[in-house]
């Protein structure tokens, strides 16, 4: 008997490091940055931490090094609700790193080293089963090693739970790990890798959406940055507009997306209601810097719906 509206979240965890700059530099070139930041961030730790900040029952499946920047993190994430025992600090690996120029525009540009997320094993996973078989959503992105995600989401599958797959960072993806995914949320330069669709209008969004759903794949949110989310579900698609927002940084955003729509669709939101939660949960974060420093909490999220609907 499956517990009601539990959440598993397997992924990474990283500590980044945030320059702000005028512009990104060239090849060759030097630039001075306006401001820095060390932020704890990771797609997993920053999907687990939107969701569990919006009001989910979670659980988070991941590693840390086992240095002292892993355990400031575990610590962290167990405040902000999470259940953190299938944490594991792995002995002999660095916390994972993420270094991120930020420009004027809030745009971003990354470079990642895994440190202990590449501990993140199939084997690993086996001795956290019952986490994913006692969830009704299991929630991942590609941070972590391609072999774990497709065991997640066959452990999910046997076990009648969901899998949103966040296809992030951009890769070609098995058309067995495909079948296996409930809801996928790419952005559009994911959604043209997966499909060999460019999404630039409503149109190409709905082609694309018909290929993953050709995968098995029932719905297909297609996030469009401040043009807000195109929502497909089994070929029926419509258009959601974004909320307008004067946007700082947009790192984490589609992780906040990913996190607060997991909890909508645990509360028994219809799915149309659950992509216009998560998308004023992400309007929220991009007024702010950082990856989770940026991530909004329920009553956050419920006022900003209340004055914006």
């Known amino acids: 008997m499956k517990n009601n509206g539990k959440l598993a979240v397997l992924g990474s965890i990283n500590v980044d490091h945030i320059l702000n700059l005028e512009q990104f530099p ?21 999907q687990a931490v939107a969701a569990g900040r919006s009001g989910a029952d979670i659980a988070f499946i991941a590693c840390i090094g086992n240095d002292d920047i892993g355990q400031r993190i575990r610590r962290q994430l167990a405040d902000d609700g999470i259940d953190v025992a299938p944490v594991a ?9 993420a270094l991120i120029f930020v420009n004027a525009d809030g745009e971003n540009s990354i470079g990642i080293f895994a440190g202990a ?26 941070e972590s090693p391609p072999e774990t995600v497709l065991a997640a989401a066959r452990i999910a599958r046997q ?26 949320t790419p952005n559009e330069t994911e959604a043209q890798i997966l499909t060999g669709v460019a999404v630039t209008t409503d ?14 794949i029932g719905s297909v949110l297609i996030t469009l940055g401040s043009r807000g989310v195109w929502l497909s579900e089994q070929g ?29 669709l645990l509360e ?15 309007a929220i974060a991009v007024t702010r810097r950082g990856a989770q420093p940026s991530v909004p909490w329920r009553q956050e999220i419920d ?3 209340l004055t914006r609907g």
């Open 26 to 46: 060239q090849p060759g070139e030097t630039l001075a940055g306006q401001q820095y930041q060390v932020a704890f961030g990771g797609k997993g730790a920053n």
């Open 89 to 97: 600090a792995v002995n002999g690996e660095s916390t994972g790193v």
């Open 117 to 142: 997320n590449a501990a993140l094993t199939p084997e690993y996973l086996v001795q956290h089963h019952q986490v994913i078989a006692d969830a009704d959503i299991l929630l991942m992105q590609l």
């Open 159 to 184: 076990n009648q739970t969901r899998v949103i797959l966040n296809p992030a960072p951009a890769t070609v993806l098995s058309d067995e790990l495909l079948s296996l995914v409930d809801i996928i």
């Open 203 to 216: 149109d190409d969004a709905a082609k694309a959406a018909a290929v993953l759903h050709e995968k098995g």
């Open 236 to 264: 029926n698609g419509q258009h959601i507009p974004g909320f307008r927002v004067k946007a700082i940084d947009t790192i984490a955003a589609g992780d906040t997306f990913n996190g607060a729509l997991s909890t909508a």
């Open 268 to 282: 028994k939101k219809t799915i149309t209601e659950s992509v216009h939660f998560a998308r004023a949960a992400a």
């Open 303 to 305: 006022r900003f719906l």
